[in-house]
């Protein structure tokens, strides 16, 4: 026996170590897949022997396995088995494994808790030290509340490198078990005042990512701070905290001018280029934050802005990129200054670093201060930006180019926009230039946007729309600007009524294409407005004839669209088809009756002969149509007032059994519509209503689209424009000849020349009065030269009745996943005496040989994790019963392998202190009596 | 927080991936990819930073990179690091691999993945910077790998043996008797 066991492990000398695996996967390079397979099952095989450190190597390639990207999840037993070796070596790959491999979600990680805190009591520091820096990539929430309390006795342990690892441990316990920031605190800030700098440092680091999310909990700590600041030589540590002072002189600006002075000291003294760089940022910081609102302070921004050119002029491109990304922090409080700047950033929009153009792109646009843009300089950075799409290579970044032009254009409301014509040209650009691209619906809503809210733009709009729809290329089928002619169809039927030549529109329409459900929905929908819009117009000429044909065009056409396979599209189109068929049918009648009885008769037909059903049609089908879209609110739904009496939590009818449900659901997934129904409820079967009901449908309407993606959603005040004063300008009428070909300079570059030549004859006018102009003062002379804006933007948007527009509702900004929120708890308030951290009881564990603990957990692998996972579910059951009892006895039944503690704490936690205390002792005293099973830990000693 | 630290060679084969965050080894293939595709494209004289892949990160993530003859050396970092710092804690990684290997290239870290690990591990825990002292950072190292020889000791000594005669390549030669009997160190030319 002990011969033969002699010859495995002999054998297992043999056994491909780390080195021959990676050898043999460099040997065979071309069925690499294959070798890893057959290295994967040796690999089975090695972990299947005794020899824990045929294990360990084991576990050490799977390590390297799992970098090429194969999963070793099922080796996890193995690797928490070579975690429990007593040696150093075998602990370290096995941690290795484990950070590489488990995650917070592992089942697995349950079964660590003791053997981890058993290895952070451990004699040797650089046990403890693999330990921790394991654990602290899969930490759980379960392990932190269960090792909290080691980690914090680690946190003043005599060796710097443990205190070290374990402060900045402490962070990630907070991450998973935010209780334990209060008890904690204390320790940590005393931290920040260790004698040794590496602790120093890992405080500071944690206090700083604590602060960075919740700051204003954290101002107390200032005074340490500032010592620390003006004291250490640290320079990562000064990076640190001249971050933190960053973050925290935006909520008490009266911190900025106690900092003023050391961060000038460090930066006269220091000779790092990072930790200049900060200070130069928390500088920035600090005068925002004095400076809002005070214009005394302008100068030092000035002085700031200056400095960072400096950076952005330099050769290095780091630091041009940092510089660029320092300004966009002046430009959100003091666009004015920056713009000042503008030739140097429109300059790096040329720069052959992406990185750097896209941080100038940036500087382009910021939210609310409007960026580099103005009214007069919009029309000639646009061109600039056309120019680089045309240019540049990689769709991301020409994606980022047609985004930011968009966003520049659109923001506040338009407000830099001038020349709509202008704008909707340069969307069409954007359409044609980029057919790839994936903001097609970016681009669609604002077409939607612009036609709606500008009404003296609509008939140049339809007409471009028009040209669109049939220049719009039939190949480009990925992508999706297929979105854009949803936009098109739909402001061409919609405006029809400033349509010139509606039934170019309406030919446009009905060529069929192939194209998503529900555009053609979109389409069909559009026709019938165009044909309504036609057939009025027909009516009014008494044309018959007219009529007819165009019913019989259409119903020639529509069939197409009958048999598709898109629900809705399939509905509409046969609604849109009866309806057409009614009203040929009517003026059937009435024309066939008289053609047999006045037959010499030319067919001129007067209004009293066109039947009075047919007349009936065309109205109610054009009162369909009436009335103007408008914007809705983007809260409009939400502040819909709830009328008395209507309980919208009560069932409206009884709710359907249990087993029912799930049949249900699939109906009802089965007619999700599509997101864009725009016009769902708009059916044509609402022929037959009175207009009262269709006013209340389109209500009804109104709201849905508040949730529609495809109306935009303002939030500006509706009273925005008016302080510009467009409403006094008169909107010019353009009669322009707009070519439609695409030639080679840009269709949009021309209203650029026109706004140059412009202005260059207001100069010459102005010339003579500039000079009085100068004395005035520079400001007024830069309004002088501000473009007029053609086009005025409507502002209006629906609301429900008594529901005024405020945006005092936002309240939710935060993330719900993110970890900090749980972490924003206010630390000056004394500990309350049941805020402790969870302390372990059993230390019975670290008897026991982790060889032996290892060897059960060969032999009992299998049923072990089927046993974890089922107690697991167990525990989950009993505590909704909320029957502690029966935990206890099945703990007693089934011996808790390897030792998971976790029952045992669960239980504990709901007790009161003094109930706790005693239990520990009846813990101890039945102990004796019990016989031990070896690696089987305390909870399941428990006898009652 | 620093997210991953990535190492890869100029064709994009990784040669260290460590995850602060849960991806799976599918996911972690493809940020791989993705962020070898996005740093291979730039130029060796443009800045070290871009702004992260859509893989890994969003708005508040960065990549921060050095370029090393053969290897990059990737770090996906959010806002509260400092992007000059660390291109510093790059440049101490790489030195004191340099020092632990004299002379680092690619090979030691093909062959020495894991003892590359412990060295990151000494320098970066859980996604925050633990160490940035050279000379602090070395002497961890240098203890910990003594008391790895320690262990070894008098049991080690057969295996320590077998290892000898395995550089030596006789079990090679026994396990791939398909191979030509050609010598090791021939094969080694190609590396």
Known sequence: MALKKVKGNFERFFDKTLTDLVRGIRNNKDNEAKYIAQCIEEVKQELRQDNINVKCNAVAKLTYIQMLGYDISWAGFNIIEVMSSSKFTCKRVGYLAASQCFHPDSELIMLTTNMIRKDLNSQTQYDAGVALSGLSCFISSDLSRDLANDIMTLCSSTKPYLRMKAVLMMYKVFLRYPEALRPAFPKLKEKLEDPDPGVQSAAVNVICELARKNPKNYLSLAPIFFKLMTTSTNNWMLIKIIKLFASLTTIEPALGYKLSEPLIAIIASTSAMSLLYECINTVIAVLISISSGMPNHTASIQLCVQKLRILIEDSDQ?????GLLAMSKILKTHPKSVQAHKDLILACLDDKDESIRLRALDLLFCGKGGGMVSKKNLMEIVRRLLGHMERAEGSAYRDELLFKVIQICSQGSYQYVTNFEWYLTVLVELIQLEAGSKHGSVIAKQLLDVSIRVQDVRQFAVSEMTSLLESFPETTQSGSMFEVLYAAAWIVGEFSSDSNEPERSLNVLLKHRSLPGHIQGVYIQNILKLFTRIVTDLLEQKDVQGILRLCNLLLKKLPTYVSSSHIEVQERASSAFVLIEMLRDQLNLVSDSQSHVILSQ???????????????????????????????????????????????????????????????????????????????????????????????????????????????????????????????????????????????????????????????????????????????????????????????????????????????????????????????????????????????????????????????????????????????????????????????????????????????????????????????????????????????????KEVY | MIKAILVFNNHGKPRLSKFYEYFNEDMQQQIIKETFQLVSKRDDNVCNFLEGGSLIGGSDYKLIYRHYATLYFVFCVDSSESELGILDLIQVFVETLDKCFENVCELDLIFHADAVHHILSELVMGGMVLQTNMSEILARIEEQNRLVKQEAGLSAAPARAVSAVKSMNIPQQIKDMKLPDLPQAIKDLKF
């Open chain 1, 318 to 322: 780091n630091l041009k990129y940092l």
């Open chain 1, 602 to 940: 030319v067919p001129t037909i007067e209004s009293s002969e066109i039947a009075i059903g047919a007349i009936e049609i065309v109205q109610e089908m054009a009162l369909l149509f009436a009335g103007d879209l408008n914007p809705v609110a983007p809260k409009a739904q939400k502040k819909v007032q709830i009328p008395e009496g209507l309980n919208l939590d009560e069932w409206i009818n009884t709710p359907p059994a249990e087993s029912s449900e799930s049949s249900e659901d699939e109906q009802t997934d089965l007619f999700v519509s599509h997101e864009q129904t725009e016009n769902s409820d708009r059916k044509t079967k609402t022929v037959e209503l009175t207009p009262e009901e269709i006013m209340k449908l389109r209500e009804v309407r109104k709201m849905e689209q508040s949730h529609n993606p495809n109306y935009l959603k303002s939030t500006t005040k509706p009273n925005q424009i008016v302080k510009d004063g467009c409403e006094d300008i008169p909107i010019a009428e353009l009669a322009l000849e707009v070519p439609l070909k695409i030639t080679s300079t840009k269709r949009s570059d021309k209203y650029l020349q026109e706004d140059q030549l412009a202005s260059k004859k207001k100069t010459k006018k102005t010339k003579k009065t500039k000079k009085s102009k100068h004395k005035l003062g520079i400001s007024s002379e830069s309004d002088g030269d501000e473009p007029v804006a053609i086009h005025s933007v409507s502002n209006f948007i629906e609301m429900p009745e008594g529901a005024s527009l405020s945006d005092n509702d936002e309240k939710d900004k935060h993330d719900i996943n993110d970890p900090h929120r749980a972490l924003d708890i206010d630390l000056d308030l004394p500990l309350r005496n049941d805020e402790i951290l969870p302390k372990q009881s059993y230390k019975k564990f670290n008897e026991i040989t982790p060889q032996l603990t290892a060897n059960i957990v060969t032999k009992t692998e299998v049923i072990s994790t089927d046993k974890s996972i089922r107690e697991k579910k167990e525990k989950k059951r009993d505590k909704e019963r909320g029957s502690k009892k029966k935990a206890k006895r099945n703990s007693e039944n089934e011996p808790d392998l390897m030792g998971t503690p976790v029952k045992h704490q669960k239980e504990k936690h709901k007790k009161e202190k003094k109930d706790k205390k005693a239990k520990e002792k009846k813990v101890k005293d039945s102990k004796t009596g019990y016989e031990e099973a070896i690696g089987i830990s305390t909870p399941s």
